[in-house]
């Protein structure tokens, strides 16, 4: 799909998916450099 310009999407056009993979450790550094080191964000046995 070609690159478009955010003026040219109109109400409901439709725009291709994006996935962005997200790991755990994704999640650890963001609890580190946001402060919020809470385990329930990132402890499965919690």
Do not use: C
Not at 4 to 11: H, I, Q
Not at 18 to 41: E, F, M
Request: hydrophobic letters at 40%; a negative charge; proline letters at 7%.
């Amino acid at each position: 799909m070609a690159l478009r310009e955010f003026s040219s999407v109109k109400v409901g056009d439709q725009l291709p998916e994006k996935v962005i993979p997200l790991t755990r450790g994704d999640l650890v550094n963001y609890a580190g450099v946001s402060g919020d080191l809470n385990p329930i964000h990132w402890d499965d046995d919690i």
